[in-house]
Nanobody, 114 residues
Framework: VQLQASGGGLVQPGGSLRISCVAS????????MYWVRQAPGKGIDYVSS????????GYKDSVQGRFTISRDNAKNTLYLQMTNLKPEDTAIYYC????????RGQGTQVTVSS
């Protein structure tokens, strides 16, 4: 089982970024999937989630309306489109099997700074 996030980087406040997570070793199309993040010196924080068929999504209040989760089950890939980024969004982002970050693999660093 492997979850590998990518696509992070340095972006200015108000900017946008799309990150991806490629899954392997399990039946991706049957699993609820989550994005979580970890800011420097802090614990794992739930960001967003999506049902296996994409018909149900959830968001942390502070990202609602700015972030959009999506998935492509044919490509075993989970996405997070982030817009109007703020400095407080700076963190390592992971995809995971639950809201506490269970099963998370390699994350991707997102830094929002001018």
């Amino acid at each position: 089982v492997q979850l590998q996030a990518s696509g992070g980087g340095l972006v200015q406040p108000g900017g946008s970024l799309r990150i991806s997570c490629v899954a392997s070793g399990f039946s991706f199309s049957t699993r609820y999937m989550y994005w979580v993040r970890q800011a420097p010196g802090k614990g794992i924080d739930y960001v967003s989630s999506m049902a296996p068929d994409g018909d149900s999504t959830g968001y942390k209040d502070s990202v609602q309306g700015r972030f959009t989760i999506s998935r492509d089950n044919a490509k075993n890939t989970l996405y997070l489109q982030m817009t109007n980024l703020k400095p407080e969004d700076t963190a390592i982002y992971y995809c995971a099997f639950d809201s506490r970050g269970g099963g998370r693999g390699q994350g991707t660093q997102v830094t929002v700074s001018s």
